[in-house]
Each structure stands twice: as structure tokens, then as C-alpha cells.
């Protein structure tokens, strides 16, 4: 969440999010002819994940910022139950197995949305959730960095430790191994000694709490792929391929396949899970125009096209694949039903889902 490739931090997040400025190069290049990611063990079950803002408010919170799309149930609060209800119940009964939910620190909005509404409504039901670290919001910044010196160890520890106590334990929070999940939000950011800072972060934590979280860091971009840099993670992914680059929309597909291949190579040798993430498209000009960010058109064959390269490629101790998004309504890359395109995106995603369990 490399280095020297930033150029849309391609926001889970709000309209303040820092924007860097460096372009990398974006080129289908091919994977190696020796090293082919290998299919997944049988007994190593799919899951299949989006990403969830619970940051709208009845206020016109969020919504106010700018978005595209209209959703179905049209400007909702994310306190409010019945709408979580319908959510879980849309997203379950079309192959969703959980919600990565955006988590931005101890008594924000959010965390009061997701540990209040939304744990009721996940009570009896077999969905799971887990939480999406906001680093950049909760870590800081500093030249499109985040330094992950003694300040922010200890800032990792007592957050990651309120995570394990007020969520990890939840009968529904999504374990790998017995292993609490926590995905982490632009890991590729990171600098310092970010393999001896986590290492410190994850033996605070699990001697806190019992538990050892199962790190999934936001590593996968447009740059070359370095297998010692991944080394901290149990798993690693993209949450965005969106990059401000002339023509990125051209071949989108095809690109970010060549780029998937390449990262679930290195991911194999690591001995890691390789978490491929899809978009529906992407459009962020309602929400920060002055960026003019190159837009990905929304198209369920894309969308398609994108899913069915990553249930391939899904691969080692964990197969997941990540949905960009469930409703960030800001940058156009939401799934949620829209009054434009209806239930279409999760029908996608049931097709292919039962296309891949019944091996059609």
C-alpha cells in the first residue's frame, strides 16, 4: 500500500485522501515461461470478499463529497440495521462469503457503525466480515510515505489490539487457520524496517490478545515485484489497478492479468496467499475533479473478464478474491445494486462463483 509508483492511492477512502503524483509505467508484460502460479490444493476453499464503506450518514455524510450512480436504496445511513441487513442478504445470496470492512480508529463512525448495526445484523447468519486497516488515515503520511518507525509500532499495537478485542473473538469474523484476518491498506507505501516493525506489532498483539492476525497487505501495483518485500504478510493484493497513466483504460484487462501472473509467482515462491482483487470500473471526477484521474468505464464484461482471471489465479494458504468495492459510491466502484445496472455485477459474481465450485 514501492514504491516509486504511486499515482492514485485509488481511495478506500474519502475525498481528503492524499493524491502522489508519480506515474508508473504500465505494460502487459508476460510471466515468466518457467514459474506458473499452481492451481490451488483441493480442500483450500474459495472466498470471496468486498470491500465496505460504512461512512454514509442520513446527513448527507459522504454523500455530500460526490459520487456516481445512484444505489437502489438510494442515500442510506450506515447505522442503520436494515439497510446492513440488506446488504448482507444481497451479497450472500450472490457468492459473497464477506465484507473487508474500512476501518478508520477507535470510536470513529465507522467503527461505531461496524461494531454496533453491524454486528446485530450478522447475528444467526453464516456472512462474515473483516477489517480493512486504513493506514494512510490512521498512520500518517509524509511525502506520500508512511514511515514505520517507533511511533507507528506502537500506534499499530493499540489499534490492532482494540481490533482483536472488540472484533477478532466475533463468531462471524473471517479466521484463516484459526487466525484472525486484517487487511491492511496501502502497505506498498510502507518504509523502514517494515519487516521488524509488524514482527513487533504482531507479538504485542497476540501477547495481548492470544491472537497471531493473518496480515494481508495492499502490495500488488505496477511495479516490479520484490519477493523479500512481501515477506512480512501471510497474503498480499491490490485493492485498486487503477493508475493515473494516458490509456490505462485500453486492454485494462489484459494488463492487469499479465501484472496478476507475474505478482502470483513471486507470491508462490514467498510461501503466501495471492489475493487478486477486480473493479467494475473506475470514476472518481465527482469526487476530486481538480486530480482529473483517467476513468475505467463500468462494464459488467469487464468486470467478468477481471473475475474470472482471478478465481484462476487465486492461490496458497488462503484463496481469496477481493471485490473493489461494495459501495465506495465515490470513485464508481461500487457492486451494491444501482438503479443503472441493477443486480448485474452480483450476478456476475453468483455465475462464475457456482461456475468455479461446480469445476464447470
Not at 465515490?330 to 448485474?344: I, K, L, M, W, Y
Amino acid at each position: 500500500m514501492a514504491l516509486a509508483i504511486l499515482l492514485s492511492l485509488s481511495a478506500c477512502g474519502s475525498a481528503s485522501r492524499p493524491t502522489p503524483t508519480e506515474t508508473p509505467s504500465v505494460q502487459a508484460v508476460e510471466p515468466s515461461a518457467t514459474t506458473t502460479p499452481s492451481t490451488a490444493p483441493s480442500g483450500n476453499p474459495l472466498l470471496v470478499g468486498a470491500y465496505y464503506y460504512p461512512w454514509y450518514g442520513s446527513d448527507g455524510r459522504h454523500w455530500r463529497e460526490g459520487y456516481r450512480g445512484i444505489p437502489q436504496l438510494g442515500e442510506y445511513d450506515s447505522t442503520d440495521e436494515s439497510v446492513i441487513d440488506r446488504h448482507i442478504t444481497w451479497a450472500s445470496e450472490h457468492g459473497l462469503d464477506f465484507f473487508a470492512v474500512s476501518w478508520w480508529g477507535r470510536d470513529s463512525y465507522e467503527d461505531r457503525a461496524a461494531r454496533g448495526p453491524m454486528l446485530r445484523a450478522l447475528e444467526d447468519r453464516p456472512f462474515r466480515f473483516a477489517i480493512l486497516y486504513e493506514a494512510p488515515a490512521l498512520l500518517g503520511t509524509h511525502q506520500d510515505r508512511i514511515e514505520l518507525d517507533d511511533y507507528a509500532v506502537e500506534r499499530l499495537s493499540e489499534d490492532w489490539t482494540y481490533l482483536a478485542a472488540t472484533y477478532f473473538n466475533h463468531p462471524n469474523y473471517l479466521t484463516i487457520d484459526g487466525r484472525p484476518v486484517l487487511f491492511i491498506y496501502l502497505t506498498r507505501i510502507f518504509t523502514g524496517n517494515v519487516d521488524d516493525a509488524l514482527a513487533r506489532v504482531r507479538t504485542a498483539v497476540a501477547g495481548e490478545t492470544g491472537h497471531a492476525p493473518f496480515l494481508i497487505g495492499d502490495e500488488v501495483y505496477w511495479h516490479t515485484p520484490s519477493g523479500s518485500r512481501i515477506l512480512p504478510y501471510d497474503g498480499i493484493t491490490a485493492y485498486n489497478m487503477h493508475t493515473s497513466v494516458a490509456g490505462i483504460a485500453t486492454g485494462f484487462d489484459d494488463k492487469v492479468r499479465a501484472r496478476y501472473e507475474l505478482w502470483a509467482q513471486v507470491a508462490e515462491r514467498a510461501g503466501i496467499a495471492f489475493v487478486p482483487g477486480v473493479i467494475p470500473g473506475f470514476d472518481d471526477l465527482a469526487v476530486r475533479p481538480e486530480a482529473a484521474h483517467p476513468v475505467i468505464p463500468r462494464s459488467p464484461q469487464l468486470f467478468a473478464t477481471q473475475l474470472q482471471d482471478a478465481l484462476r489465479l487465486a492461490s496458497g494458504p488462503a484463496r481469496i478474491v477481493m471485490i473493489t468495492s461494495w459501495n465506495e459510491w465515490h470513485e464508481d466502484t461500487s457492486v451494491e445494486p444501482s438503479e443503472a445496472f441493477g443486480f448485474d455485477y452480483l450476478q456476475v459474481v453468483r455465475e462464475l462463483v457456482n461456475a468455479q465450485d461446480t469445476g464447470n
